[in-house]
């Protein structure tokens, strides 16, 4: 089973780390451009995956944090909000798998047991 979490991990390191108030703002803009990228890449495997919900969450949380069009918040906001999708960025490698997606596609006469009939 192939799982593809180190955009999760990374995304979630970061997360943690932003939660430190002596990082230079240049981290911030990092962080944006990075949690945006992986929120829409994780939007985009639960679409192929159809789940709905997952990727209306993902794809809402991957424009939250873009880094154009920037969200203004106190620091005691961001610092909560970075805790909770840096959750949701962890449970993502647990709730989207290629498990999910093969299941999906019918089965070859290899894997078909006589039992199955």
Not at 20 to 39: D, K
């Amino acid at each position: 089973m192939k799982r593809n979490w180190i955009p999760q991990t990374l995304c979630s390191l970061m997360l943690i780390w932003a939660l430190y108030p002596g990082n230079p703002y240049e981290y911030y803009t990092l962080l944006r451009w990075v949690c945006c990228g992986v929120f829409l890449y994780l939007a985009k495997n639960a679409y192929k995956q159809k789940q709905e919900g997952w990727t209306w969450i993902f794809g809402a949380i991957g424009l939250f944090y873009n880094p154009i069009f920037r969200v203004y918040l106190t620091r005691e906001i961001w610092t909560i909000i970075n805790i909770i999708t840096a959750i949701i960025a962890f449970a993502s490698i647990f709730l989207l798998n290629d498990n999910k997606l093969k299941t999906n596609q019918p089965r070859s006469l290899r894997d078909t047991n006589i039992e199955d009939q």
